[in-house]
């Protein structure tokens, strides 16, 4: 039984490019949620997505944006990348929109985006 | 929102001792507190858990109270080992979850 996985494990790119993460939740999970993890801080929410719809969003830019597939893995996007960028994103899945409050989320390894 | 504070960022115990990890949080309506462990280049674990309704909950040698009045929840672990050293999270909300900054705890052998 698979875990959450995440693609690539680590990726560099320029500075305005774009980029594409990819997560596969844990089999038997329909909703993923999206992390950002800058150095020495906690992450913060991207958004998550639920039977493939945005269901809520954090307080980032629309550079960022995702996507769900019906078989529940799930894409994030970001735009015109920033030095600032750079991060470990991490996804989460978990078992109907209701987590936290009724099943655990299991979290994926990141991928490490360094942007130059 | 949902403003989570987290002290101390960094914890240096000996191995043996007691290590105490304090959170705040704003919204009165958050009903899940969260803790997690991320070791180096590792994924977030979640350690333990505790809901709205309870005052305390307790898994071997870890330990989470939550003061609903004052907004504040703490992790508490007994007899550290080295393993135990990591950053560990505090997280509070609904959907979603808003993390801490993260303590870095050192365990001395």
């Known amino acids: 039984d698979a875990g959450v996985t995440q693609s690539p494990t680590h990726l560099i790119k320029t500075r305005g490019q774009q980029v594409t993460l990819r997560c596969s939740p844990k089999?038997?999970?329909?909703?993923v949620s999206w992390y950002q993890q800058a150095l020495g801080q906690g992450p913060q929410f991207i958004f998550q997505?639920?039977?493939?719809?945005?269901?809520q969003r954090g307080n980032f830019p629309d550079r960022f944006s995702g996507h769900q597939f019906p078989n529940y893995s799930s894409e994030l996007n970001v735009n015109a990348l920033l030095l600032g960028d750079s991060a470990l994103y991490l996804c989460?899945?978990?078992?109907?929109?209701?987590?936290?409050?009724?099943?655990?989320?299991?979290f994926g390894q990141g991928t490490r985006l360094t942007v130059v | 929102g949902e403003n989570v504070e987290q002290h101390p960022s960094t914890l240096s115990v000996q191995e043996g001792d007691s290590a105490v990890i304090k959170c705040t949080y704003s919204?009165?309506?958050?009903?899940?507190f969260p803790w997690y462990k991320q070791e180096l280049g590792k994924r977030p674990q979640l350690i333990i858990d505790?809901?709205?309704?309870?005052g305390e909950k307790k898994d071997q040698r870890i330990a989470v109270t939550l003061n609903k009045t004052a907004k504040h929840f703490s992790l508490h672990i007994t007899e550290t080992q080295p393993e135990d050293s990591a950053v560990y999270f505090c997280a509070a909300g609904n959907t979603p979850l808003v993390f801490g900054k993260g303590t870095r705890l050192s365990v001395i052998a």
């Open positions: 989460a899945s978990s078992l109907g929109d209701s987590w936290p409050m009724n099943t655990e989320a299991f």
């Open positions: 505790i809901r709205s309704n309870v």
């Open positions: 089999s038997g999970h329909d909703t």
């Open positions: 919204d009165s309506a958050s009903n899940y």
């Open positions: 997505y639920y039977e493939e719809e945005e269901r």
